[in-house]
């Protein structure tokens, strides 16, 4: 059965018909869409790797981040077996003290002036203590900034995987239309 009046629309948009400047439109480069679709893929898979390797820095980031914050931990539990053995030698001294013989205002000068040199020791501890909990709170919110630009990163990253699907079955459609399409032309151009 043969069309050989009028045109013959197909998927692709082209008409075919009895003409032949009406056919010549077949001619045009089809893998040209296709060559900027792979670049647009490889360029995308170009800046996903950059992002990938930004991530594993951030990782490595936040791992120091938390061996020093374990360090920190460390030390703040060495300061706190310090304090029990000055607190111990404190008590010591202070048992000693009651053994020897003394009057009541040498006990209580010297009582006075351990009480001085402790509260010394304590406040001088206590501005330690604050400045490892400012030091930790620190590093505390440094490390939450750091997981949530990582987030950040994984979800541009999911994004970027959702829009490179999207592209290759794009570019699987286009390029099936077009196996069809070369499929079709010459039963086309045979029914004419």
């Known amino acids: 059965m043969s069309k050989s009046q009028g045109n013959?629309?197909?998927?692709l948009g082209l008409n075919y018909g009895a003409?032949?400047?009406?056919?010549?439109?077949?001619?045009?480069?089809?893998?040209?869409?296709?060559?900027?679709?792979?670049?647009k893929i490889k360029e995308l898979e170009r800046r996903f790797e950059e992002q990938f390797s930004q991530s594993e820095k951030m990782q490595d980031n936040i791992e120091g981040l938390e061996r020093r914050l374990e360090e920190q931990f460390n030390q703040?539990?060495?300061m706190q077996d310090q304090i029990k053995v000055l607190e111990r030698h404190l008590e010591e001294?202070?048992?000693q003290n009651e053994s020897i013989e003394k009057t009541r205002d040498q006990k209580s000068e010297y009582c006075n002036s351990q009480t001085k040199k402790l509260g010394e020791t304590v406040k001088k501890l206590a501005t330690l203590a604050l400045q490892l909990k400012n030091r930790i709170d620190e590093d505390s919110q440094r490390q939450?900034?750091?997981r949530e630009a990582q987030?950040?990163?994984?979800?541009?990253q999911s994004a970027m995987q959702k829009i490179l699907a999207t592209i290759m079955?794009?570019?699987h459609k286009h390029i099936s239309d077009m196996i069809e399409f070369q499929i079709q032309l010459p039963a086309s151009i045979r029914g004419e």
Do not use: F, G, H, Y
Not at 151 to 156: A, E, G, M
């Open 19 to 39: 003409k032949a400047s009406k056919a010549s439109k077949v001619n045009e480069n089809p893998t040209l869409p296709a060559q900027k679709m792979q670049d």
């Open 8 to 11: 013959v629309p197909n998927r």
């Open 151 to 156: 987030d950040k990163i994984q979800d541009v």
């Open 76 to 78: 703040s539990e060495k």
């Open 93 to 95: 001294r202070c048992n």
């Open 144 to 146: 939450n900034r750091e």
């Open 169 to 171: 079955e794009q570019q």
